[in-house]
């Protein structure tokens, strides 16, 4: 029943920016810590950045000082504003929702950073 939809990714030359979302069904996210991950070719899925119910906020150190994690409760809804990409941000975006039992997927969406 609980369900997540990533949208907003594409192709941008660097130095680009874009905003994904995160819609997620029911009622708890606003409970929960949610999170973007990514996930490059031939690599493992990596924490990009993190915010809690109330709004505190963790980054990885590779995107800090240009990307934004934020969350609106009131649609069920987080998001990832990033700007100044380079070509090592392409992958695959997933967002998180993290309860006390299991963590929630969504499905992915492209992001390819190339000129």
């Known amino acids: 029943q609980v369900q997540l939809v990533d949208s907003g990714g594409g192709l941008v030359q660097p130095g680009g920016s874009l905003r994904l979302s995160c819609t997620t069904s029911?009622?708890?996210?606003?409970?929960?810590?949610m999170g973007w991950y990514r996930q490059a070719p031939g690599k493992q899925r990596e924490l990009v950045a993190r915010i809690t119910r109330s709004g505190s906020t963790n980054y990885a150190d590779f995107v800090t000082g240009r990307f934004i994690i934020s969350r609106d409760n009131a649609k069920n809804t987080g998001y990832l504003q990033m700007a100044s990409l380079k070509p090592e941000d392409t992958g695959v975006y997933y967002c998180?929702?993290?309860?006390?039992?299991?963590?929630?997927w969504g499905q992915g969406t492209q992001v390819t950073v190339s000129s």
């Open positions: 029911g009622s708890i996210f606003r409970f929960y810590t």
């Open positions: 998180a929702v993290v309860t006390d039992i299991r963590t929630y």
